[in-house]
Structures are given as C-alpha cells and as structure tokens.
C-alpha cells in the first residue's frame, strides 16, 4: 500500500487501484469532509477552553510524517517563553484507557502511556503528559492545573477539542487520495482549515528538518557510526528516512531488523537481532522512539536528532503568538572520533 500511495508502485497496480480501491475512497473521504462541515457549521460541538492555549499539531495522511519532532519543538519553544505546558495525547498503543499525567520526572512504563508520550516527556523536561482518549477532558484537567499552554498531539481531526492554531504537516511526496486508495484521512482539501503548514508549498510555509545531534551507547556516551557496521533496528512507519540517516554518518549498514509501527518487542526477537549484529560484527542502532520500547540493558546505539527551522519561523511565531526568539535551536554533539 505504501509503494502505491507514495508513487513506487507499477503502472498496473495503481491503475488496478483506482478501480478496485477509488469507489470505497471517495466514500470515506466524503463521509469525513461532511463531518467537518458539521463542525464548521456549529451543529456538532467545539470545546473551547477559556484560560488554555491549544496548539494542535496533525496532518491529512496516516503513517509517520514526523509530528513527535514537532510537538517537542513547540513544547520546548512554548516553556522558553515561560509558560506551563501540557502536552495532550492519546497514547497510540498503549494498554489499558485509564487517563493518566505525568512527566519527565516519573515516567510510566511504555506499556502503560505509550511510547512517544514518554518520549515526549523525556525530550521536553518541564512540560507534563496527559494520556488519555478523551483529548476534551485531558485539557479540562490541565487547565485545573494551573497549565496556560496546550499541545495536541495529533490533533487535527479531533475536531471536538478547540484549537487556537492548527499547525499541519504537509507530505507532498504522498497521494492526495484518501483511504484507501490514498494515504489520506481526508481530502487534501482539508488544510485549508490550517493555521500553518509545516514544510508547505508556499513561500512563507514554516519548514524544516531533522537534524542528528549525536548517536549515543547504552552507556550513555557518544558514539561515531562512520566506517562502522551497524544493523538497523527500526519500529516505526517509513523508516526509509532512519536508514538515509545512517547512510548519511557514514554507517556499514550490513543489516535492517524491521518491525511495525509501535512494536513492543519481545525477548525471543531481541535475541535473535543481538545475534545478528554479533555475526557481523555489528553495533545494533535505532531511533529515540524504538529505544523506549526496548529495555534498557539492551545493548543499542540510538541516534538522537532534533528539528530545526530553515524558514518561515516568523509564520509559525505569528500562528501561536509565542517569540520566535525563543524558539530552540539544535545543539550539535560528536562523537569520539
């Protein structure tokens, strides 16, 4: 499905596609697009609440476009300019619904909150996580609190839960469709409710890009991938972008263990991939978000990145009225050579 939707599939699978899957995605589509204009027309209820900033942060396709780096960005721009921030999120992939809030200080386990709270969390000291389904009562407990900021994580079809700026990130490589002949959860059309477009089209749209702040070992310290075999260990959506990365300091990429999107991996897999890399001779590497699912005397380098702005940072500081002075700048580390 992904070769389809991002224009790597033959011509006879896509026009297979439009025949089989065209039909059930305008449906889809057109079933969401009259769902915002209930919204939009005030006959299905908005959540507004007075004393909370909300800054959502979405998009109009499923899969990985990189919100967490976003939200953490916001997160730490918005606790720059001295405010009290709560970060509010369902918990993809968690076990259990019971609502829960913490922060860098007592992080749950990653079963209990999932993974990218708690990666959030540890990224933005500071700001508290509320965990929970229902994104209108977790602001409702953040602002008795005593928090005046909100992120939403994920946000941008939550339509219940008012929003004052809706920061969308764009894909432009990915098919407009939606489900399931596309990628997305609604017709492209959709952000045109947006307050900003994250890596848009237009000349002032907000962009930027991941940048690696250093590749660290489980003993905490800095580590250099250059010349050095690695194998891949990757739970995420398009990791295609992790192994450019790799590629990118210079690793031997001598193996890839791939897993679906928030893979709680067991003992029996982790096993097999510690043997892997000891065949080769290789150092296992993964992602800050694979490393919270993974226990901590698993012996993995992760690479650490952060986001950083190449333009329009003055749009994105006009869409959540926060100094664009405070807004953070990554800080590069190295290895030791």
């Not at 004393?51 to 730490?76: E, H």
Request: aromatic letters at 6%; one cysteine or more.
């Amino acid at each position: 499905m992904e070769r389809l939707w991002y224009g790597r599939a033959p011509a006879w699978q896509r026009a297979l596609a439009t025949l089989v899957l065209g039909p059930a995605s305008l449906v889809y589509g057109s079933v969401i697009a009259a769902r915002n204009a209930l919204f939009d027309a005030g006959l299905l209820r908005v959540h507004r609440i007075e004393g909370l900033q909300v800054v959502s942060v979405g998009n109009v396709v499923v899969g990985g476009s990189g919100k967490t780096p976003l939200v953490i960005f916001l997160s730490q721009w918005a606790l720059a300019t001295g405010h009290r921030v709560a970060v509010l999120s369902r918990g993809y992939g968690r076990v259990g619904r019971k609502p829960l809030d913490f922060d860098s200080t007592a992080l749950p386990e990653t079963h209990l909150c999932g993974d990218e709270p708690r990666l959030i969390a540890r990224r933005a000291p500071g700001a508290r996580l509320f965990v929970d389904a229902d994104r209108v009562a977790a602001a409702h407990r953040a602002l008795a609190a005593g928090y005046t900021v909100a992120v939403l994580d994920d946000g941008f079809q939550h339509r219940r839960l008012g929003r004052d700026a809706d920061i969308v990130i764009d894909l432009p490589e990915a098919s407009t469709a939606a489900l399931p002949w596309g990628p997305g959860r609604e017709f492209s059309a959709g952000k045109r409710r947006a307050t900003a477009v994250w890596n848009g089209q237009g000349a002032d749209d907000p962009r930027g890009r991941l940048v690696v702040t250093g590749v660290r070992g489980v003993d905490g310290r800095l580590v250099t991938l250059a010349g050095r075999p690695v194998i891949a260990l990757t739970g995420i959506a398009r990791p295609e972008r992790f192994l450019a990365t790799l590629a990118g300091l210079g690793a031997q990429l001598v193996g890839v263990e791939r897993f679906p999107d928030h893979h709680r991996f067991s003992a029996k897999e982790l096993e097999r991939v510690g043997a892997h890399a000891s065949r080769h001779q290789a150092l296992v590497v993964t992602t800050e978000k694979d490393k919270e699912r993974l226990p901590p005397d698993f012996d993995v380098a992760v690479v650490e990145t952060a986001l950083e702005v190449s333009g329009g940072l003055e749009t994105l500081a006009r869409a959540v009225g926060w100094p664009s002075a405070c807004a953070p700048r990554p800080s590069m580390e190295k290895g030791p050579p």
